[in-house]
């Protein structure tokens, strides 16, 4: 077995022997306290290939991910890199070797510029020994230019959006030359156009024959970007397909073990009364004049593209950021939504955009994060929280939406994604809502999880809740909603009806 | 935290074993601590360290008015906050207290016509000025939004301000026996215990303690879960002024008088104890308990280096370096058990 240090001279030496896989991994396992992780995997990436990687949360590819970037060490098996045996220590060393790993959570100092973000550590000197900014500056737009970015280098990152953030996270991925590329979940942030705008320079690192490991959720993007995917599911290895001989059923079949018939299983409830009107609800500088109905036991579907306002607009109607002017109806009463205390009081629910920045208290545990909008009324008494009473009532919601985890006092930051947003869905539900709005309730979570979650949202609107839902997936919006209020630049441009909405129309009104 | 009763899902026992309170670690270096003592006494000094009652109750009365301070101090950590100001508090109240607490025997007293008052006058205007003190901190940090580092760092230096103008920096002395009772025997020790026992419970089983946890855990998700972020702030502030004050009327007490420099330091000596004892500055964790075996280690290892003769600069020097220590030790803890 060669060193990292080794290796990494071999390659610089220019005399990189061929081998049929660029990476090359088998039996490995992987175990922490109580959970065997990875079972025996193997994984093969072929040079110029886009290689998606699939499965439930919890299914391994997470932890698959970590070892190939050197975060995890492996209990056992070989790992090849150019068929070279190789074993990372760090993710420096994995980098060092040509592994760049573009996270979810990305990873660039906000206050720094795009240059200085991309050659950190390496920054090029002049002969005093001082960085040298204009070789830097000139250094990233070459890097740009061929990548086909268009960002000035010494922009600031913090003021970049997201998809910009993740150009500049790949080209620097790039700027070290890496022949692998992880990419997890690159587009769940992105709004259609950026998407195209990735692909394409996705499949620009494709043709330079680079490896790309590409972890999704997302079906429409395996088949429009990945080669090959594997597809794991309870830390094992179920199977490599060529993407363009697979169908979307094949996948969940492999995902899952077992058939989704009904992917968005929306039932027919009758709707009732309105229970919330929302008149010219305006917040000066980010939207204006937004009106609607919501009826009990509906589902009204908010559309738009990132940036139209739809969270801003959930955010005004839960009093995190009280409208400027316009006016809100509850149940035929005027309310004064000016903070979420009154907004609880008025039997909203209100499902966050981001799990992690304001849904879960990841360091508390699972019941901590249910209770904590019911500490309130019955639940108290003299200050005191009656914990017995409340206990049972969490476990109940917990056995009702099948939230998996080992005990109440897990803490919620070791339990998957999908689990965490059942336990902020339960958080909600305990409050018995009339209305609740779900922002974005099923990003990031994999398709059991969230084929559970919708049918629960059906279910709730079947109990006569009126339902707000936020969503960036076509699919969900389509399939979920009675109707679909669309956003475009904070303005409703239109409200349209189940039948006569399709993608089109949406993406019309959404866009003009 | 809370008493469960489920039949327990599968978890392997070994990692039942895991679940034991954080507290218990801190209480075993405690220990660790006061048996190497023990040993090193008789090494050097041929006698016991904790065979000796006289030695065991000044250890903890030394830490008694630090502890008082360290459990509101460990409160305003929670919820991932801090606060500079209770040393100055402590002298702000210390003066306060002692001014109406004057016994009429003395000729020269601050306010002539008000000696020989009932004890409980100068303590409730103690209390009263540390409650104020820590409502100021909790204004300050809850309605102009600024870090409370910077807010309590201002009352710091305005609150010790106010303590040496109060007499212009002359120190109050001749206090009334029943006072000066607050301050004797093991008195103070047992003003530490009741407090801690109290706020155990009240973080632990109260609506004001699971608030406290979920502001320090996460603040924008305490929002949007309906939680008044500002008020309970204000609160836990209030609250944290409300014991400097206690510590100050204990300290005016011991000392049988009051003087402007009274409490210099013990903030920092507060939040060393809550920090030894678990409570994580990023907010979210921290108990009671663990906070009362820090501010023990503080006194053991404090009398323990008396004992044994040490240099008092020297003692200052390894205590720095315990306090460091405790932090290390903890986020090796936290990062072990992140990847598990």
């Known amino acids: 077995m060669l060193s990292p240090t080794t290796m990494k001279a071999v390659r610089e030496s220019g005399a990189v022997p061929q081998a049929s896989w660029l990476m090359e991994i088998q039996g490995v396992s992987k175990s922490f306290p109580g959970v065997k992780a990875l079972d025996d995997v193997s994984f093969q990436l072929k040079r110029g290939t886009v290689h998606a990687l699939m499965g439930e949360n919890g299914a391994g590819k997470s932890t698959l991910m970590k070892i190939i970037a050197g975060i995890y060490t492996p209990d056992s098996g070989s790992f090849k890199l150019r068929g070279q045996e190789i074993k990372l220590v760090s993710p420096l060393d994995a980098l060092e070797n040509g592994i760049a790993m573009i996270h979810q959570e990305l990873n660039l100092m906000a206050p720094m510029t795009v240059a200085e973000n991309i050659w950190i550590r390496r920054e090029p000197v002049n002969r005093f020994g001082f960085v040298d900014h204009a070789r830097m500056y000139d250094m990233t737009a070459a890097l740009f230019r061929e990548l086909n970015i268009d960002l000035n280098p010494d922009t600031t990152v913090g003021t970049l959006s997201i998809a910009n953030r993740q150009m500049v996270e790949i080209a620097k991925a790039v700027s070290y030359e890496s022949d692998v590329l992880i990419m997890d979940e690159p587009t769940s942030a992105l709004t259609d156009k950026e998407v195209t705008h990735l692909f394409a320079i996705i499949k620009a690192l494709r043709a330079k024959g680079k490896g790309i490991v590409y972890i999704t959720h997302k079906m429409n993007e395996l088949f429009e970007i990945a080669d090959e995917v594997s597809v794991f599911r309870d830390g094992h290895y179920i199977g490599t397909r060529d993407a363009a001989a697979v169908t979307r059923e094949d996948i969940i079949r492999m995902m899952v073990g077992r058939e989704i018939t009904q992917m968005f299983p929306k039932d027919d409830v009758p709707i009732g009364e309105v229970v919330l009107s929302v008149k010219d609800l305006s917040l000066k500088g980010v939207f204006s004049n937004v009106s609607f109905d919501l009826h009990k036991g509906e589902i009204l579907g908010v559309a738009g593209l990132v940036g139209s306002g739809r969270s801003n607009v959930a955010e005004a109607l839960f009093g995190v950021i009280p409208a400027t002017s316009g006016t809100i109806h509850i149940a035929g009463q005027e309310v004064a939504i000016t903070s979420p205390q009154v907004a609880l009081q008025h039997g909203l629910g209100f499902l966050t955009e981001d799990r992690k920045e304001t849904g879960c208290f990841l360091i508390l545990d699972v019941q901590q994060n249910m209770q904590v909008a019911v500490l309130s009324g019955d639940h108290i008494r003299g200050g005191f929280v009656r914990q017995g009473a409340l206990s049972k009532v969490c476990e109940a919601m917990r056995d009702a939406l099948r939230v998996k985890t080992p005990s109440m006092q897990e803490r919620v930051e070791n339990l998957s994604g999908g689990n965490q947003q059942k336990v902020l869905i339960g958080r909600w539900l305990l409050t018995k809502p009339r209305i609740l709005i779900l922002d974005e309730p099923t990003r990031g979570i994999d398709v059991g999880a969230k084929s559970e979650i919708h049918r629960m949202v059906s279910q709730l609107a079947g109990d006569g809740v009126g339902i707000i839902m936020i969503s960036s997936e076509m699919p969900e919006i389509l399939g979920m909603s009675d109707r679909i209020l669309v956003m475009h630049e904070g303005r409703a441009t239109g409200i349209l009806n189940r039948d006569e909405a399709d993608q089109v129309k949406i993406m019309e009104l959404a866009s003009h | 935290m809370s008493a469960d009763n489920t039949p327990a ?43 000796n009652i006289l030695r065991l109750r000044i250890m903890i009365l030394q830490v008694s008015v630090i502890g008082i301070i360290a459990i509101g101090v460990t409160q305003v950590i929670i919820t991932s906050g801090i606060d ?239 306090i460091v220590g405790a932090v290390i030790v903890d986020q090796f803890r936290q990062a072990r058990r992140a990847k598990a």
Not at chain 2, 16 to 39: K, S, T
Not at chain 2, 122 to 142: K, Q
Not at chain 2, 144 to 167: C, E, H
Not at chain 2, 205 to 226: D, E, H, L, M, P
């Open chain 2, 9 to 51: 899902p599968a978890v392997p026992a070994k990692a039942r074993v895991r679940r034991l309170p954080p507290e218990f670690n801190i209480l075993v270096v405690l220990i660790g601590m006061a048996l190497m003592f023990e040993a090193l006494g008789w090494i050097f000094e041929g006698q016991s360290f904790l065979f």
């Open chain 2, 84 to 322: 500079l100001s209770s040393g100055s508090i402590v002298g702000a109240t210390a003066m306060v207290a002692a001014s109406l607490a004057q016994s009429s025997d003395y000729t020269h007293a601050i306010y002539p016509h008000l000696t020989n008052l009932p004890a409980f006058v100068p303590i409730i205007a103690g209390i009263i000025v540390g409650g104020l003190g820590g409502m100021i901190n909790g204004g300050l940090i809850a309605w102009t939004g600024i870090p409370p580092f910077i807010a309590t760092l201002g009352t710091y230096v305005s609150i010790r301000g106010f303590a040496k103008w109060y007499t212009r920096g002359n120190p109050v002395s001749f206090l009334t026996p029943q006072f000066n009772y607050i301050g004797s025997g093991i008195v103070p020790v047992f003003i530490f215990l009741i407090c801690a026992a109290i706020f155990h419970v009240v973080l632990g089983y109260t609506r004001y303690g699971k608030f406290t946890y979920a502001i320090g855990a996460n603040r924008q998700a305490a929002r949007v879960s309906g939680i008044d972020i500002k008020r309970h702030l204000l609160l836990v502030y209030t609250i944290a002024g409300l014991l400097s004050g206690l510590a100050g009327i204990v300290t005016a007490a011991r000392a049988q008088s009051g003087q402007s420099g009274m409490g210099v330091g013990y903030e920092l000596q507060a939040i060393a104890a809550a920090v030894i004892g678990g409570t994580s500055l990023t907010g979210g964790a921290g108990r009671i308990w663990g906070t009362v075996f820090g501010t023990l280690i503080l006194g053991v290892v404090t009398s323990g280096f008396t004992f044994l003769n040490i240099n008092d600069y020297l003692q200052e020097m390894v205590l720095g370096g315990i």
